[in-house]
């Protein structure tokens, strides 16, 4: 995993609302402060299943994660979700979307399988 803090901080506490681990990653801006898995840009995570759960906290900041596919033309599509998006940008090989989230924690949950799709139209 690629941690990268240029200013800012990533660690592990205990969460008083869930009495329970989190990473908490915090930074002045969503660029600068960020963790990539795999550590290479050509690897991949291998994942077969069609959905990832995230478990976030709204600290009501700026935040924001992007999702690289692979699809079977071994096409590279990229899916950006923030929640400082006004509006959903779509492009071939790209997508831009908003993100509301609720008070305290949100399960975000990504139909991977979907996201291709999304993008072509």
Excluded: H
Excluded at 19 to 47: D, K
Excluded at 100 to 114: H, I, S
Aim: aromatic residues 12%; hydrophobic residues 45%; proline residues 7%.
């Amino acid at each position: 995993m690629l941690l990268e803090v240029r200013t800012g901080y990533v660690k592990r506490i205990t969460d008083p609302d869930i009495r329970s681990l989190a990473i908490e990653v915090m930074g002045p801006n969503v660029a600068t402060t960020f963790l990539s898995t795999p550590l290479s840009p050509v690897q991949t995570l291998g994942i077969r299943l069609p959905i990832v759960v995230f478990v976030i906290k709204n600290l009501k900041k700026y935040f924001s994660y992007e999702i690289l596919i692979v699809d079977d033309t071994k096409t590279r599509r990229r899916f950006l979700v923030s929640n400082f998006l006004p509006s959903t940008k779509v492009r071939p090989f790209a997508a831009n979307i908003p993100l509301k989230m609720d008070e305290g924690w949100n399960q975000l949950v990504v139909f991977c399988f979907r996201f291709p799709f999304i993008s072509l139209t």
